[in-house]
């Protein structure tokens, strides 16, 4: 039945597409937090516009919340992202007396007087009655505010009061109609720093002006710096003169100089017409948009639909001014090449999967300079991939080598003229050498670990903004490996395309056969004891070893092979069940074990069902993350939509198809919402799609053509996505269990480098074996690509009182797809205390070594004690305790009084430390901390930790005497709670007051609740 009708699927209908879709565009879609943080903003932007002039209220992380009552000014760039950065030069107008303190002035706003379209925004501001309205262009902005005639009218001017906070700010008065500036904010989640410049112009002189800074306002001053500075000017709105009543701000900035802000504004906004300038942008809005037209759904439907594509069409965003020149990742002022342009803001973890194969196919030359771009910064900081740069810096935000796939997907998807040859040696060098860069962050840290093990220990080295990540780096580097093979193939070079191939199904050697989970491994190979998932400790962010996710999530992050993933589960008849438990759940966070529709990591996870034979699960999910978790309500978006990332997966999902491997230009299919949909390709092609029975409720497929041929694959050809084609499909309310069902009707999978099975060991992790105990555990193997025949294992362990009995074999996998056997680990009475791991490696008949096993005899001490250490340096020597920077608790390494240790710096006066969780999983405990400090200066150490009744409690403090010699400091703890309640989910800080602060070790003794008394420091175990 399914092939007859895919045969003949029905033809169009006529369906009006879309005019000006500027019209469906609601900019206040995402400013309210619905389930999460949402963090778009409402005010006005070009096309990839540097200025994104908007509000900014009293609460929003990122500048605009729906749910504040008061804004406290305009300012000029934005960021739509999961931290409070950017919101430079605020901008805003008031009333009356300017007060005793100009920067925390607010006003209260109301939504119905407040307008917002693509190119315009305008509020009224209640307090005192100001119409603001705004217009933008690539790099400048107007701004018009039209006061109470004869009102003392006030513009002030909130040049060091950057969202992301300001380390120096300066403002000066020019002239009686100008003013100029410069802030320098912290950068990109408070990484690094960033300098931008600006130009204000007046159409009308002001009659008076001021600073301030800080507390002190000073009248007719003309200049102020610092942090909180900044300047407000007076004008005259006495009645009977012309337009008295409005004052229009010309706004340029610049990341090069004040000169250059200036420039921008007079070039590309040569008059004073603010509604002039809106109607313009708003023309370019409505050309990019036509891009993708569309027909043949509800408003509602069109309204999300083109929201999301406007979203998607904001960053990156152009960083050069108008003559060319931009800053440098070197710090130096460069030309970008004529007639190209320099492009920054990449949010590469999150934009990789979907944003920009969308940006790629229609706008093929920006995303060209796009990509190149990332080489220039490349090529700039040293010959090392930029990591999320942002501004002329990296700013290391996420797990993964993210710029990579990044590169590769513009490349995939048709983007012009990128320099693959440049690039392609810095990126390997990336993906085998780590090294300190700029401000002191690493491209791949730890990567030669990962080299030699092939996979990315789950150890301090693995460290991300929530917790450890040795597994969610291993599949992202794993991506990122694959990417790299097919831009070496991209140019013929056969030898890397194959070396990067391999090292793409590094994923097979964090899967454990014995869970089904793909888990973080330990430096000895160990997995963590228990299940796959583990849901996280109450007041925790994600799994360990998961960069914002856990196991179930990060499961299906195999999108190079997927084919090599669902073997490996056991095929299509154990995957399919665990994708169906999977989908329970849409949306509901980072630590449960289902789909969290919200966050990139499972993007493509619906699609996966195209890979195992059940299309239809993939149309109907796709439709309900359509229709159930995009509206057109302030809270539409269901999370943080990390510039335009979620927003692009509507608009995939939407069209019918999904980027499906990146690197590639593979689109998985699953149905259209709309009945029609024509995408202008930017290399003058067309994809036109034709559902006339398209419908919110029918969203199975029952048959295809493409190019008027009958198509029943899930995948679209490779060329599909930059030669364009035309695809009729019909569409049912009842799913079609027959349509594309086959094997070779899947998109593609790669499998080069899949071994043929793995080897596992069960129980893996820590398992406590007290001296003179055993422990029985099973050996076994489980195929992958097939074909492993007799596999012989052997077992290894580190002392001499541990053994394995047998301490080999062989698993026979001839005619079976899984074999294990029995064996007993046995720890001698005197064992030392410790971890003790015991090694299981697996071999083929024919050579090829497999992914093995670890289990870790762990033997107790008799004192019920355990001691943990960690010795600071260049590198930390961690023994079941260590240093963790983050936020206000970051140190540098230094050598001192002819020994190493580590130092706080400017701001950051603490230094944080966890104790491990399977050893002091947190409870009621007494502790003594031992500190090696070097005395110098004045001021004092304590202890800020977690205890049984605070979790900020202070120790008493110990004075430094200034003696410049290596000292120790003692503190007694008799109510630890140690539940990584302090911040950074640590257990507890030392805080330095006073002079610069340096420690050299700490030492870590607990007893009490559930403690596993391991003593796990060199000079412990030496007295035991």
Not at 336 to 357: C, E, K, M, N
Not at 594 to 602: F, K, L, M, R, S
């Amino acid at each position: 039945m399914s092939a007859a009708i895919a045969d003949t699927p029905a033809r169009a209908e006529h369906v009006n597409l879309v005019s000006d879709p500027t019209g469906y565009v609601d900019p206040m879609i995402g400013t309210q937090k619905g389930v999460d943080w949402e963090n778009t903003f409402p005010g006005v932007t070009a096309p990839f516009g540097m200025m994104q002039f908007s509000p900014d209220t009293e609460e929003g992380p990122t500048g605009y919340s729906y749910d504040a009552k008061t804004i406290k000014g305009f300012s000029l760039d934005h960021f739509s992202g999961g931290c409070s950065s950017f919101g430079d030069i605020p901008i805003l107008p008031v009333t009356g007396p300017v007060g005793d303190d100009p920067a925390a002035r607010t006003e209260h706003f109301s939504h119905d007087d407040e307008q917002a379209a693509p190119g315009s925004y305008a509020v009224k501001l209640a307090d005192s009655n100001v119409r603001a309205e705004l217009g933008a262009t690539t790099r400048s902005g107007l701004a018009s505010f039209r006061y109470p005639a004869g009102s003392q009218a006030q513009v002030l001017v909130k040049s060091g009061t950057s969202l992301g906070g300001d380390l120096a700010a300066d403002v000066r008065v020019v002239n009686d109609h100008e003013l100029s500036g410069t802030t320098t904010p912290h950068g990109l989640c408070n990484n690094s720093k960033y300098t931008m410049y600006f130009d204000i112009k007046f159409n009308r002189p002001f009659t008076a002006h001021g600073t301030w800074q800080g507390g002190t306002v000073t009248p007719g001053s003309s200049a102020a710096t610092g942090p909180g500075s900044g300047a407000y000017l007076t004008f005259d709105t006495s009645a009977g003169k012309a337009s008295a009543d409005t004052v229009t701000a010309k706004v340029g900035m610049s990341y090069v100089s004040e000169a250059g802000a200036a420039k921008n504004s007079a070039s590309e906004i040569p008059g004073w017409d603010v509604e002039r300038l809106q109607a313009q942008t708003r023309a370019d809005w409505r050309d990019a948009l036509l891009k993708v037209d569309v027909g043949g759904g509800s408003a509602d439907e069109l309204t999300t639909f083109y929201t999301s594509l406007y979203r998607s069409l904001q960053s990156p965003s152009v960083f050069n001014d108008v003559d060319g020149r931009y800053i440098g990742f070197d710090d130096k002022i460069r030309q970008v090449p004529a007639g190209h342009t320099q492009y920054a803001h990449f949010s590469d973890w999150d934009i990789y999967r979907s944003l920009a194969p969308l940006q790629a196919m229609l706008y093929p030359r920006e995303t060209g300079d796009m990509a190149n771009s990332l080489l220039r910064d490349a090529q700039q900081q040293g010959g090392w991939w930029p990591k999320w740069p942002s501004q002329n810096v990296t700013g290391n935000v996420m797990n993964g080598d993210n710029g990579v796939p990044l590169f590769a997907q513009y490349v995939a998807f048709g983007a012009r003229d990128v320099n693959v040859r440049d690039a392609l040696p810095i990126m390997k060098k990336g993906a085998t050498r780590s090294e300190s860069v700029g401000w002191g962050w690493i491209e791949r840290p730890g990567v030669e670990d990962y080299v030699r093990l092939g996979y990315a220990p789950n150890n301090a080295t693995s460290q991300g903004d929530h917790g450890l990540q040795g597994a969610s780096e291993t599949l992202e580097w794993a991506t990122d490996d694959f990417a790299i093979s097919q831009l070496a193939a991209s140019i013929g070079d056969r030898r890397t395309q194959a070396e990067y191939a391999k090292r793409g199904n590094n994923w097979q050697n964090i899967y454990d056969p014995a869970t089904g989970y793909l888990r973080p491994r330990d430096d000895n190979g160990a997995f963590p004891a228990g299940p796959g998932f583990q849901t996280p400790p109450e007041g925790v962010f994600g799994q360990d070893g998961y960069d914002e996710g856990n196991a179930a999530q990060y499961n299906w992050s195999v999108q190079q092979d997927m084919a090599g993933l669902v073997a490996a589960m056991g095929g299509k008849e154990k995957a399919v069940p665990r994708l169906d438990d999977f989908f329970t759940k849409l949306n509901p966070g980072g630590n449960e074990p289902y789909d969290w529709a919200g966050n990139e990591i499972d993007t493509t996870a619906p699609w996966a069902y195209d890979y195992v034979g059940q299309p239809w699960k993939t149309q109907e999910l796709a439709r309900r993350f359509e229709t159930e978790l995009f509206t057109t309500a302030p809270d539409g978006l269901p999370g943080n939509d990390d510039n335009g990332a979620l927003s692009s997966e509507y608009v995939w999902a939407a069209l019918g198809m999904m980027p499906a491997t990146p690197g590639t230009p593979t689109l998985a299919l699953n149905s259209p919402l709309f009945k029609r949909a024509v995408i202008s390709l930017g290399n003058g092609k067309k994809i036109t799609v034709n559902a006339p029975a398209a419908a919110d409720n029918a969203p199975y497929i029952t048959g295809m053509r493409l190019n008027g041929k009958p198509f029943e694959s899930t995948g679209l050809p490779a060329s599909f996505a930059t030669r364009g084609g035309t695809l009729d499909i019909s569409l049912s309310t009842r799913p079609d269990t027959h349509w594309a069902t086959g094997a070779k009707a899947a998109p593609p999978s790669y499998r080069t480098g899949e071994v043929p099975a793995v080897g596992y060991v069960t129980p893996t992790g820590t398992q406590v074996t007290p001296g003179g105990t055993s422990l029985p555990a099973v050996v076994g193997a489980s195929e992958l690509a097939g074909h492993a025949g007799k596999v012989r294992w052997t077992a290894t362990s580190d002392v001499a009182g541990v053994s394995v009995t047998p301490s080999s074999g062989t698993l026979d996998l001839s005619r079976a797809a899984t074999a294990k056997a029995p064996v007993t680990i046995k720890v001698a009475k005197d064992t030392p205390s410790g971890y003790h791991p015991v090694k299981v490696t697996f071999r083929t008949a024919g050579g090829t070594t497999l992914p093995g096993g670890t289990v870790v005899a762990t033997v107790p001490a008799a004192d019920g004690a355990a001691t943990v250490c960690d010795s600071l340096g260049a590198t930390d020597t961690e023994c079941g305790l260590r240093r963790r920077d983050n936020g206000d608790g970051h140190t540098t390494p230094v050598t001192v009084g002819g020994r190493e240790g580590r130092s706080t710096t400017d701001g950051s006066s603490f230094e944080y430390f966890d104790v491990d969780n399977a050893i002091v999983p947190g409870g009621d405990y007494k502790a003594t901390v031992t500190v090696d400090y070097y005395d110098h200066g004045t001021g004092s150490w304590s202890m800020q930790y977690d205890s049984t009744t605070d979790a900020f409690k202070h120790s008493a403090s110990v004075a430094k005497t200034g003696t410049d010699t290596w000292k120790t400091a003692t503190f007694t703890l008799d109510d630890a709670a140690f539940h990584n309640a302090e911040n950074g989910n640590t257990d507890f800080r030392l805080v330095n007051s006073g002079d610069t602060g340096t420690v050299g070790s700490v030492h870590v003794a607990v007893s009490g609740d559930n403690v596993l008394a391991l003593h796990l420091c060199p000079d412990d175990n030496d007295n035991d």
